[in-house]
């Protein structure tokens, strides 16, 4: 069975998960999942921000 989920962040939230990793990862070596799940938010992050800046320059300015 199949489900599919929608899970809207915000900026601000895959801001606040990226200090959470950051503060994480300070006592111990990052693995390959870690490093492979930054990548991911990252690409989260970058994703949102020009969404953003596109609904900015649409529209004037962001949905919310």
Same mark, same amino acid.
């Given at each position: %069975?199949?489900? @599919?989920?929608? !899970?809207?962040? @915000? #900026?601000?939230?895959?801001? /606040?998960? +990226?200090?959470?990793?950051? #503060? /994480? ?6 693995? *390959? &999942?870690?490093?492979? @799940? !930054? @990548? +991911? !938010?990252? &690409? %989260? &992050?970058? $994703? $949102? *921000?020009?969404? *953003?800046?596109?609904? #900015?320059? /649409?529209f004037g300015r962001s949905r919310r």
């Open positions: %069975m199949n489900h @599919t989920f929608r !899970i809207e962040l @915000t #900026l601000e939230n895959l801001k /606040v998960i +990226k200090l959470w990793q950051y #503060l /994480v990862q300070k006592d111990r070596e990052l693995t *390959r &999942a870690d490093n492979e @799940t !930054i @990548t +991911k !938010i990252n &690409a %989260m &992050a970058i $994703a $949102a *921000r020009e969404e *953003r800046d596109h609904d #900015l320059r /649409v």
